[in-house]
């Protein structure tokens, strides 16, 4: 079963500063990766989609990276704002179902 | 913001009772996906509707079921209510099935089983 693995669980930064989410799998059989942010209590926002074919997707700020074989992804994003502050998820799809890891609870500090 | 609706938003119920929750997917889209999200977790994948059949199902016992509708707009009912069913619900429509298309969400139906 694929497991997916988020690390740190929770961040805090002041703003302006550049970060890095990571996000690890268990089985690189995978289709897609998906990034997404989710505010308190409320559903998910996509962010990013990489095919397994792609090693990364920008977009604005936003930069992730997919390491299909080490079965890593990364998000980095740039300069740092507190709008920012939210929950990031990652999820793989080997082609039945998503599957999400835990989540990075991210705090930009003004 | 997405164009997926969820209704209701907040629901109370008591354990052993039965619950029907509402999904309306984005225009042009016929996949709709339905997670259950336990507080501080991921979501976890309930099952996957395309073209009105189930098409594909996570770990959940049949007492979870769903339906969607030629408009492609999907139910999820749970029976015989339980403690640990209390989560956010989430749907996702997606434009295809195969999991392979972004997948937009909408904003939950919090559920509390007392």
């Known amino acids: 079963k694929q497991e997916v693995t988020q690390i740190p669980a929770a961040l805090s930064v002041p703003e302006g500063e550049n970060l890095v989410l990571n996000c690890s799998f268990t089985?690189?059989?995978?289709?897609?990766l998906q990034w997404f942010r989710q505010d308190p209590g409320k559903g998910l926002t996509s962010l990013l989609l990489i095919q397994s074919s792609q090693r990364e997707q920008t977009s604005g700020r936003l930069n992730a990276s997919l390491d299909k074989s080490s079965g890593r992804s990364t998000l980095y994003i740039a300069a740092s704002q507190p709008g920012d502050s939210a929950t990031y998820l990652c999820?793989?799809?080997?082609?039945?179902?998503?599957?999400f890891g835990t989540g990075t609870s991210l705090t930009v500090i003004p | 913001e997405t164009g997926v609706t969820q209704s209701p938003t907040h629901l109370i119920k008591t354990r052993g009772q039965q619950v029907t929750l509402r999904c309306s997917s984005q225009?042009?889209?016929?996949?709709v996906s339905w997670y259950q999200q336990a507080l501080g977790q991921g979501p976890q994948f309930i099952f996957q509707?395309?073209?009105?059949?189930?098409?594909g199902r996570g770990n959940f016992p049949p007492r979870f079921s769903g339906l969607q509708f030629p408009n492609y707009s999907s139910e999820l009912n749970v029976n015989a209510l339980e403690l640990d069913d209390s989560s956010l619900y989430l749907c996702?429509?997606?434009?295809?099935?195969?999991?392979?298309?972004?997948?937009?969400f909408g904003p939950g139906t919090r559920l509390t089983v007392l």
């Open positions: 225009s042009g889209h016929n996949t």
């Open positions: 509707y395309y073209r009105e059949e189930e098409n």
């Open positions: 996702a429509s997606s434009l295809n099935s195969g999991h392979t298309d972004t997948q937009y």
């Open positions: 089985d690189s059989a995978i289709y897609n």
């Open positions: 999820a793989v799809t080997p082609g039945n179902q998503f599957y």
